[in-house]
């Protein structure tokens, strides 16, 4: 994501909710799902917009995710 690529993900348990917002800045489909991971990749391919926008978004990760703000959260959480 860091890197600008669109991310997909299966909805599975480790919540990845907490860092993708499907269609926005990944996507996420349903575990064990053959077709939907099929149908993800055949749309990435071929949609070279689709996959500029997904991964644009999926940047801003950096800024979420930052050693600074995951230390403050884990204090937080310590305290």
């Known amino acids: 994501?860091?890197?600008?690529?669109?991310?997909?993900v299966t909805d599975h348990t480790g919540n990845p909710r907490e860092v993708i917002t499907s269609?926005?800045?990944?996507?996420i489909i349903p575990l064990?799902?053959?077709?939907?991971l099929s149908n993800t990749l055949?749309?990435?391919m071929q949609s070279e917009d689709e996959r500029h926008r997904i991964g644009t978004v999926a940047q801003q990760v950096r800024y979420t995710f930052t050693?600074?703000?995951?230390?403050q959260q884990w204090k937080t959480e310590i305290d």
């Open 32 to 36: 064990n799902s053959v077709s939907a």
């Open 1 to 8: 994501m860091a890197c600008g690529l669109p991310c997909i």
């Open 67 to 71: 050693p600074e703000k995951i230390t």
């Open 42 to 44: 055949t749309n990435l």
């Open 23 to 27: 269609d926005e800045n990944g996507i």
